[in-house]
């Protein structure tokens, strides 16, 4: 991960009608109590490989044992990511046991949180990644950039089947080693407030 | 005429008709949906993938990937079975169509005891028609990708590959959904309407049993399998049942998932002109997500459910392997189905994959599906349509020589449709030809066009009066087919050829020239269009060449065109035979016409041994691409002629409007002219129209004249009340926009070239 691939990431984002939120992965059940709808549901998010790293939660209002019903009701669900694109400006959402898909997908916003230690810079990085997984573990894993989408009814509009809207939570990793201070750097930083409506 | 010719006559006469009909009713039912969509999609591609630094690069990456696996296809169906085997799924290799719906229903409707099947979508299954063979054993079919919804709705077939319901209006979208839902105040705008159709479609994806996907990728070492969706539709076809059906060709088969990679940086842009879309699914099913129970919903999502996932894959033959087995065919089989050949076919453009399509497949392309999967004469009803323009080769991501596999096929049908009855004896002495007697009559007298043109030359002043005689003109459409509306072109009665030899041969000895060139006496400029031919003489002995203008053969264009491959390679040999000595002997081979240089730079690699091609290709220039190429090497531009001088018929003012031949720009040398004259001085537009809709003698067949003239329509909004002056290479380009804009362009050359 480069600068650069997180400026292009959040580039890329902004032209796809996302928005972003950015901060340490201690700010992350805030950042994404900010981005959240209600009723929302969840995934509880994996930690990361590193375990000095923070690990980071989500907010109690969002209910990460949902029931079908739960889903169903539910205006947003909020996930982890296990990987991004920078060039693209997609996520890896991976289709796990604990519900990630279903809850990503049977919702009108996903917040969907990834760590900038897992954005990679293109297309080719993603796929090295996901050879050895998919031939060692079988994963099932959706690069979803964007909302869902339509043209087919005589002109583009965002929600064919799946969210309409798409929020990423964008945790530094530039903070973890210094947790305990408060930097400049370590303030929460909202792109843009606007929600991606049409 | 024997009466079995008159009969012939007759029953193909009708069969135009019946043709132009159809062709005539879907431009004005569907034209302008599909014109409007296609042409988005065209201009989407231009810009995505102008944001690629590596998009040849990519492109032939992906080439490489496709030719490796179709290469080692049977081995990678053996890798595939074990690993989705080994992940706990079932393989199926199908035969054909039959054969995969009894799988299919089986599964679903005996051992599931399904009620609902939901779909993603997929054009495989559109060519077994499951959707049949699950409707009649009692399984419902839910189609869930929007488009083939509405399609299924309205009871009606995809006309297009990537968007099916591109040739449907919004407001008949909204008149469909108020008919069949019984609708007051239906939904009208596409939000509306998308919204209705995510509502309905959420309440039938909630209670299905199975769940029916295509695969546009699969790995063989994982198993995985990647979908390119945008909705989401095919996220819930598979997460929200316990089934999960992939139907796919074999040719899906690539070695490894990271293969993937190049495919998702292309398959978009080249298709809709997204960079790419908002779905890109790598699932190696079962897939491991729980299962929702909308039924009992009030357990808790994740659970145990993915242990019991059910996935199938069921592998199409369907004709595929003995494609692969086909020379010509075989690269049919790296399509990977974006649809970029359908969005940037003039033709296509107009008329949408309703016309041109057979029985599944629409687009340039599809004429390698249908022949290799339903057979020639499926491929016939809709083959005429390529035209040959060749602005689909580079759209293609995998480097398809989609023109080169419509003429083939074209030769296939000539040979396979020998009829006794025809007229042939009339013209034997015209068409000298190397095909079997009986081939459609148009087809053999636009393939012999340089006979034609060279008997027509002899006789220009009786030829040319005779030409556009009103009674003439009835048998020549009645027999030959071709439509009475169109100017035929006239015939000069000096060839070049002799111009050339009588002024006393080149002007410039070699001593004193810079360069040696042969300028290659195409039959459009030595029989018809001599004064572009002396105009070019002019211009490069003005840059100080020595010209010679020996007397050659044709290229072969004509026949290639339709389809007559054997005469085309006759004619390639001979061309060849009597260029050689020149290129032996170091001189540039010039050439006017772009179709022919075409032929040279191009499609001799497919008639002459691989080094003669290559030769060949290399020393020959387009006429413009040569003044651009002795201009940047110190030639001086002064000898040209600028905008400012003269004032004569031929002379112009500073502005232009110029349409680059659709050969040209798939050669390359479509912008060398526009160079040449900015550099002049003058001020130049482009059409950015891909083909003016003539392309060779395509536009005066009966049958598609009007379709023709639709294509060309793009270029009268553009260029109909400009008031620069236009100029066009092509020679078909030339008689397309005397007809559209009322009076015909020069070529540049004459533009620039100094008066005599």
């Known amino acids: 991960m480069s600068l650069a691939d997180r400026s292009t990431f959040k580039r890329r984002l902004d032209s796809l009608g996302v928005t972003v939120s950015e901060g ?5 059940a805030e950042l994404v109590d900010d981005a959240a709808g209600d009723p929302a549901v969840g995934v509880p998010l994996a930690r990361g490989d590193d375990e000095s790293e923070p690990a980071a939660s989500l907010p109690d209002r969002v209910d990460t044992d949902p029931t079908t019903a739960d889903l169903r009701a539910a205006h947003t669900g909020v996930t982890g990511a296990s990987l991004g694109v920078a060039e693209y400006g997609s996520v890896a959402v991976e289709a796990d046991r604990a519900g990630t ?26 796929f090295a990644w996901l050879g050895p997984r998919a031939r060692d573990e079988s994963v099932d894993v959706v690069f979803a950039t964007g909302p869902s989408a339509t043209a087919d009814m005589g002109g583009l509009v965002h929600g064919a089947h799946g969210p309409k809207e798409v929020h990423v939570v964008l945790l530094r990793d530039d903070d973890g080693a210094d947790a305990g201070g408060e930097t400049a750097d370590g303030d929460i930083a909202t792109e843009s407030e606007a929600t991606a409506d049409e | 005429m024997s009466s079995d010719a008159e009969t012939t006559g007759r029953t193909e006469s009708a069969d135009r008709t019946a043709k132009a009909d159809r062709i005539r009713e879907l431009m004005a039912t569907e034209g302008d949906a599909v014109a409007e969509n296609t042409r988005g999609f065209n201009e989407g591609r231009y810009e995505s993938t102008g944001r690629l630094d590596d998009y040849e690069t990519l492109k032939g990456e992906a080439r490489g990937i496709k030719e490796d696996a179709i290469a080692r296809l049977p081995e990678l169906i053996d890798q595939v079975t074990e690993t989705v085997e080994a992940n706990g799924g079932t393989v199926y290799l199908a035969d054909d169509a039959a054969d995969a719906n009894r799988y299919v229903t089986e599964l679903a409707a005996e051992e599931r005891d399904a009620d609902r099947l939901i779909k993603s979508k997929s054009m495989t299954t559109e060519e077994i028609e499951v959707n049949d063979a699950l409707e009649a054993a009692g399984v419902e079919v839910v189609e869930t990708d929007l488009g083939e919804w509405v399609l299924q709705l309205a009871d009606e077939a995809p006309s297009h590959i990537v968007a ?29 309407l998308t919204m209705f159709a995510r509502e309905r479609l959420g309440e039938l994806v909630e209670d299905a049993d199975v769940g029916m996907t295509g695969a546009n990728f699969i790995a063989a070492d994982s198993g995985t399998m990647l979908l390119v969706t945008s909705e989401g539709n095919a996220r819930k076809t598979v997460t929200a049942t316990d089934t999960h059906v992939a139907v796919a060709g074999v040719e899906k088969l690539v070695p490894t998932v990271e293969d993937f990679a190049p495919f998702v940086e292309l398959i978009g842009r080249s298709g809709t002109g997204q960079d790419v879309t ?32 059910d996935f199938h894959l069921v592998l199409i033959d369907n004709g595929r392997l003995a494609m692969r087995e086909d020379e010509e065919l075989k690269e049919t089989l790296y399509c990977i189905r974006c649809s970029a050949c359908s969005n940037a076919c003039g033709n296509f453009q107009s008329v949408g994959g309703h016309a041109f399509g057979g029985e599944t497949y629409s687009g340039g392309i599809a004429t390698g599906w249908e022949t290799g999967i339903e057979g020639l004469d499926v491929a016939a009803e809709f083959n005429d349509l390529c035209t040959g323009c060749s602005r689909c080769v580079p759209a293609c991501p995998v480097e398809i020589d989609i023109p080169w596999i419509n003429t083939v096929v074209r030769d296939r049908i000539n040979r396979g449709d020998v009829d006794a009855g025809q007229t042939d004896w009339l013209f034997e002495e015209l068409i000298p030809d190397e095909e079997p007697a009986g081939i459609d009559l148009s087809t053999r007298l ?36 071709i439509d009475r509306r169109r100017e035929l072109p ?4 000096e060839p070049l050829v002799d111009w050339f030899d009588a002024r006393g041969g080149a002007a410039v000895p070699p001593a004193d020239a810079t360069r040696e060139a042969v300028l290659y006496p195409d039959t459009a400029t030595n029989y018809a269009d001599v004064d572009r031919g002396k105009a070019a003489v002019r211009a490069l002995e003005a840059l100080g060449v020595h010209v010679r203008i020996p007397d050659l053969p044709g290229s072969g264009r004509p026949p290639l065109s339709q389809g007559m491959v054997s005469t085309a390679k006759a004619a390639a040999e001979d061309a060849y035979g009597g260029l050689a000595p020149h290129v032996d002997a170091g001189r540039d081979v010039v050439v006017i016409e772009p179709s022919d240089l075409a032929m040279f730079r191009s499609e001799y690699e497919k008639f ?33 002629r600028a905008p400012t001088a003269g004032t004569g018929p031929v002379a112009a003012g500073t502005r232009i409007a110029y349409h680059p031949h659709c050969q040209a720009r798939t050669i390359g040398v479509g912008e060398h002219a526009t160079a040449v004259m900015e550099r002049l001085g003058y001020d130049v537009r482009v059409s950015d129209t891909e083909c003016c809709g003539m392309a060779g003698s395509f536009g005066y067949k009966t049958d598609y004249y009007e379709l023709s003239m639709d294509v060309g329509e793009p270029l009268r909004e553009q260029f109909g009340e400009t008031d620069r002056t236009v100029v066009a290479a092509g020679t078909s380009c030339t008689e397309q926009l005397d007809a559209l804009l009322g009076s015909a362009p020069m070529h540049p050359i004459e533009l620039i070239a100094p008066r005599e």
């Open chain 2, 608 to 640: 002459l041994p691989e080094r003669s091609a290559e030769r060949l290709a290399d020393a020959s220039y387009d006429v413009m691409e040569y003044v651009f190429g002795l201009l940047e090497n110190g030639g001086d531009p002064a000898g040209l």
């Open chain 1, 24 to 28: 340490p992965a201690r700010a992350c």
């Open chain 2, 490 to 493: 006239g015939f000069a009665s």
């Open chain 2, 164 to 192: 099916p319901a591109i040739h449907k209006s919004r407001e008949a979208i909204s008149e469909l959904f108020a008919e069949r839902f019984d609708l007051a105040d239906p939904p009208e705008t596409a939000e509306e």
């Open chain 2, 446 to 481: 636009v393939g012999n066009y340089e006979t034609l043109a060279k008997w027509g030359s002899r006789t220009a002043p009786v030829a040319n009066r005779l030409a556009n005689v009103g009674p003439l003109r009835a048998v020549a459409e009645r027999v030959a087919g």
């Open chain 1, 101 to 126: 898909e279903p809850v990503s997908l049977f919702v009108d916003r996903h917040v969907v949180v990834l760590r900038e230690a897992d954005l990679v810079p293109d297309m080719p990085d993603a």
């Open chain 2, 278 to 309: 908002s779905y890109i699914s790598t699932l190696t099913p079962p897939v491991d997500s729980p299962m929702p129970d909308f039924e009992n919903d009030a357990d808790p999502l994740a659970d145990d459910s993915a242990d019991d996932r």
